[in-house]
């Protein structure tokens, strides 16, 4: 096997992922032995004109990652697919929407006029709302255009592999590295994690029947490191969201799952699922809840999109309510 | 099974449903139109089909449908009652097929579980009136029993007692002959001192480990030279006695439990052998639990001074040292509830406590007429016929009764006991003085027995959650382990034998059966995405403990008594739980295709609310015509995503409607919606949605209630 070429594409992204794929210790040598980085804004100097000019299939693999969020990332994801063998959803962006799909909590215009206008941290006295063209200073400007809600990556290409994890645990790019070293690829659409929920690698404990009395925010209690969060009161995705990560934030960091790693395979919308699993066990007896208890207890949730929708927004099955037309 | 395609039964109920404006359902589906599917050749073709492929049957309520084809896995649509009846147009009746259809496809197909009776015996668990009832009932249809009990003698607490409520009968008028008829009976085995240690197997072959004394003794004389030897004194509800003892039914006997095998006895009587325990297995095809009761430990009750003044005694004490004459009270005070209808205590009533009052306050009357006896009770709660008996006591015997719980009982230098009260009725306290006060204590369960029997306790009460018993769950799988008698809640003698005579029923309809089928379709877990040990959330979601983890890395659904709730379904947040027949696929599947834009889905229990909306098109109550309704299981069956479905999906509103609180018939699952839909509610706030989504108690008779909720939701959009 000659020299292979990889691709780091990015979409609207923290670069996060660009640090994860480097930061795999000394399996970044077999990266290199393997072959050469042919295109990746954040590490090197490329221009797309060099992506857009080298032939189909040309790329080995490609790394996707960030959202979908405007039709810049669609030209480019395109581009990568059409110039790569293999395309990979790297990430919880291109996967599930990340963080950027949080807005699609709020209709397009909101989300403007907040961004632009009324955030207390905002200084545009002018008024000036920045758009695909306009002129400033005498300038005409041009930007990419903002799509209605953020897609996934697999709304626009055909996508063959998913590593997700927001960034990917270096554990799982490893697992990547072998797969591309075998030569051999996983079925178009798997997905590089374990089958099963995190709860299966956290393993923290808990006592039977269990019960959630009290939701309390991470900050509010001292949070015990032998004990499952959800045995403290502390809304933990875990059990909605698939492992593989090797439950680094609840095991190594004493801070519970988020979901970045999004749902299991059986189950569609992660956020609606959680919902279920932590209303389920609300209240330290069913019958005696009232539902003033009920209310008290579930304002500790006030942002219930943020909570269980945190990376997952953009497959939430509400998104065609979300922003206009998609 | 080669997948043969979908087929549509189209029944035009006689003439009642017109045609179609549409009758292709896709390549994979066959329509097929009958004028009357319930005739015998229809119902042998549509089970004829059913058992080849999947089967979408269009035409009357599925509430009526189902009694022509059972537990096939059919798929009803209802087009009768809920758009013929109901006055809208037939195309919703295609958007309703469609959706059934995309169901079909996604189906998690039911097995069909059979589960053979090999054990052709029973196991009966607790040698009391019940349990012996029991036994009896059951060897008499044919079958050998096995009678375990824990004590060394049969008779349970009713064997403890002189008398029974409400005449005071003397308890030796059912227990003596119960004893005698078990004892004589070839076909009953009894083990006393035996407890069970586990039990495995499932209905139909149950396989239980015992653990018996080897302690015996042969024909006894009654000389009591053993009982003078032995050194282990017991207090024995109120009576002390030596660890080998006058059992009551002819003979010495030893209490295993208490004996520490020192071997005395043996030296002075050659017919009395000592052993240790023994372990026992023995297979059984169906069992009944009558584990009895016990009464609970006043010692909690620190303001009455039990186990504190010797003059204060529950109930059981008291009965037994009067009839031995070891007390002779002059004034006594009897304080009903103690403990019970407490917070601090026991929530519960009891039931049986304020009859056991009576029957005590009478007892002293006959054994003293001049003793003075007061009852103090918070309510006498003498149901049905006893009120005569009530009547009696105060009226004939001379009792007094006075209205308000005592606050505290002390104890006088001269050893009389005092106990203050206030009367409630005139409003002054009072101080009664007594030389014996009887604390009318309420009952607990034997809870550790329940445990290993894997059956769940009430949260509230520690008592059996009553899922094995069939008389309560028409839909009720085959149940292999039956309660009966107190044991499942106090209750009267005569009441726990009625109770045993209907399990005897339930076990012997197993046991004649060569094989017992699962009725409802059960969930089924998938172990490849189950974290088992690691979380077990599913384990205490479900009402009926029929999910468990087994051994160290499986959850396991013991399909015998999974009811079908598909609470769990939305517990699990791998999505490893899926109920056959309405598992998420399935539901998400039926709930894109039925639902078209501007929409109300209804997601209706079908305990309460489906019937309503039949009721509805029956007594042609309008309702709008863009409703469509979903039969489910149980409200706690629905999840966020379903909602999020509909809604992605076109619909205005989603209403989710079921049984009141507290009146679910899968126990907890109006709650759990009541918490998961309050949760997705503020999620849908959020989202821009307020007011989309609404759970609503409609009972089966509410059709008016139902089309009003539907009518305002219409015009709310």
């Not at chain 2, 499942?488 to 089928?517: F, G």
């Not at chain 2, 709008?624 to 509909?646: F, L, S, Y």
Request: proline share 5%; with cysteine; net charge negative.
């Amino acid at each position: 096997m000659g020299r292979m070429k990889f691709a780091i594409v990015n979409g609207a992204t923290c670069s996060g992922c660009d640090i994860a794929i480097l930061d795999i210790n000394e399996r970044i040598l077999e990266l290199v032995e393997l072959g050469d980085v042919v295109f990746g804004p954040t590490i090197m100097d490329t221009k797309y004109e060099e992506l857009e000019a080298m032939a189909p299939d040309e790329i080995d693999i490609a790394f996707y990652h960030g959202s979908i969020r405007n039709n810049e990332n669609v030209h480019i994801a395109k581009v990568a697919r059409e110039k790569a063998r293999v395309l990979i959803s790297f990430g919880s962006c291109p996967s599930f929407g990340g963080i950027p799909a949080l807005a699609n909590a709020v209709p397009y215009n909101e989300m403007f006029q907040v961004a632009y206008k009324d955030s207390v941290s905002t200084d545009n006295p002018e008024d000036y709302m920045p758009g695909p063209e306009s002129s400033w200073d005498g300038y005409e400007l041009t930007l990419p255009e903002l799509l209605p809600s953020v897609i996934l990556l697999e709304d626009v290409v055909d996508v063959d592999l998913y590593i997700p994890g927001c960034p990917p645990a270096p554990k799982l790019i490893g697992q990547a590295l072998d797969v591309v070293k075998s030569g051999e690829l996983p079925p178009k659409g798997f997905i590089l994690a374990s089958d099963k929920n995190l709860c299966e690698e956290c393993q923290r404990s808990y006592t039977l029947p269990r019960r959630v009395g009290e939701i309390h925010r991470p900050h509010e209690i001292q949070l015990d490191r032998e004990k499952c969060f959800l045995e403290q009161g502390v809304v933990c995705a875990g059990p909605a969201t698939r492992g593989g990560c090797g439950a680094r934030c609840t095991v190594l960091g004493n801070m519970p799952c988020r979901g970045c790693m999004g749902a299991t395979r059986e189950v569609v919308d992660q956020g609606g699922t959680m919902m279920s699993v932590m209303a389920t066990i609300l209240g330290l007896d069913d019958a005696k809840l009232t539902d003033e208890e009920r209310d008290r207890i579930l304002a500790k949730i006030p942002d219930p999109v943020g909570t269980f929708y945190r990376f997952g927004m953009a497959k939430s099955r509400l998104k065609k309510l979300q922003g206009g037309a998609a | 099974m080669i997948y043969l395609g979908i087929k549509i039964f189209f029944c035009t109920c006689d003439g009642q449903i017109g045609a179609l404006p549409t009758t292709d359902f896709g390549e994979d589906t066959e329509f097929i139109v009958r004028e009357k599917a319930c005739t015998p050749e229809g119902i042998g073709e549509v089970k004829a089909a059913a058992a080849q492929g999947p089967v979408v049957l269009a035409g009357c309520s599925p509430m009526v449908a189902e009694r022509f084809f059972g537990n096939l896995p059919i798929e009803y649509v209802n087009v009768r009652e809920q758009v013929v009846f109901a006055g809208h147009p037939l195309d919703k009746a295609v958007d309703l097929i469609r959706g059934t259809v995309a169901k079909a496809r996604a189906t998690l197909a039911p097995v069909l579980r059979e589960m053979p009776v090999a054990a052709k015996s029973a196991m009966i668990i607790g040698g009391g009136i019940a349990g012996m009832e029991a036994a009896s009932r059951i060897s008499a249809a044919g079958f050998p029993v096995t009678l375990v009990e824990k004590a060394p003698v049969l008779g349970g607490i009713v064997g403890k007692l002189d008398r029974l409520y409400p005449e005071g009968t003397p308890g030796s008028h059912t227990v003596y002959h119960y004893v005698n008829r078990v004892t004589a009976d070839p076909n009953i085995t009894v083990f006393t001192n035996a407890e069970l240690e586990s039990m495995g197997g499932q209905v139909g072959d149950y396989g239980a480990k015992l653990k018996v004394s080897s302690s015996s003794v042969g024909d006894c004389d009654a000389c009591g030279k053993c009982a003078e030897v032995c050194p282990i004194t017991v207090d024995d509800y109120g009576i002390e006695r030596k660890a080998i003892f006058y059992g009551g039914f002819g003979s010495y006997v030893v209490d295993a439990a208490a004996c520490n095998e020192c071997g005395e006895c043996m030296k002075v009587c050659e017919n009395v052998k000592i052993g240790a325990f023994e372990e026992k297995e023995i297979k059984a095809g169906a069992a009944v639990v009558a584990t009895g009761l016990k009464p609970f430990d006043a010692t909690a009750i620190k303001e009455y001074g039990y186990g504190v003044y010797p003059g204060v005694m529950n109930s059981i004490e008291f009965e037994r040292r009067v009839t031995a004459g070891l007390i002779k009270p002059d004034k006594v005070v009897i304080i009903a509830c103690a403990g019970s209808r407490d917070r601090n205590y026991l929530e519960y009533c009891s039931q049986v406590c304020c009859l056991i009052c009576l029957k005590e306050a009478k007892l002293i009357k006959d054994v003293n007429p001049d003793a003075e006896v007061w009852v103090d009770y918070i309510d006498m709660r003498c149901y049905g016929v006893f009120e005569n008996f009530y009547t009696a006591v105060r009226e004939k015997a001379g009792v007094n009764f006075m209205a308000g719980r005592p606050s505290q009982v002390l104890q006088r230098e001269d050893g009389k006991l005092v106990v203050r009260a206030e009367n409630i009725l005139l409003g002054s306290s009072v101080e009664v003085v007594a030389d014996t006060v009887v604390l009318s204590v309420g009952f607990v369960p034997e809870t550790e027995l329940l445990g290993k029997l894997g059956i769940t306790a009430n949260e509230q009460t520690g008592f059996p959650t009553y899922l094995t018993d069939s008389s309560l769950f028409a839909d009720s799988n085959p149940k292999g382990i039956v309660l009966a008698g107190a044991g499942a809640y106090p209750k009267a003698a005569v009441e726990a034998a009625r109770e045993a005579r209907s399990a005897a029923n339930s076990v012997v309809n197993v046991l004649m059966a060569d094989s017992v089928q699962v009725e409802n379709a059960v969930t089924q877990i998938n172990a490849d995405i189950c974290a088992s040990l690691n979380c077990q959330l599913c384990v205490s979601a479900c009402p009926y403990g029929a999910i468990s983890l087994n051994g160290e890395d499986k959850i396991v659904v013991a399909e015998e008594r999974c009811m079908g709730c598909g609470i769990c379904n939305g517990t699990c947040g791998a999505g490893a739980n899926q109920l056959e027949g309405q598992s998420e696929r399935e539901l998400l599947a039926a709930i894109t295709e039925t639902v078209r834009e501007g929409d109300v889905l209804a997601l209706l229990c079908r305990w309460s609310a489906y019937p309503a909306a039949d009721l509805a098109g029956w007594s042609k109550t309008a309702y709008p015509a863009n409703t469509k309704i979903m039969r489910i299981p149980c409200t706690g069956r629905v999840t966020g995503g379903m909602v999020e479905q509909a809604l992605a999906s076109g619909a205005k509103g989603v209403l989710v409607a079921g049984c009141y609180p507290d009146a679910c018939h899968f126990c907890v699952g109006n709650f759990k919606a009541k918490n998961r839909l309050g949760l997705v509610g503020k999620y849908l706030d959020q989202m821009g949605l307020p007011g989309a989504l609404r759970l609503e108690w409609v009972g089966t008779k509410e059709s008016g209630k139902l089309t009003e909720i539907l009518n305002e939701m219409a015009g709310r959009m």
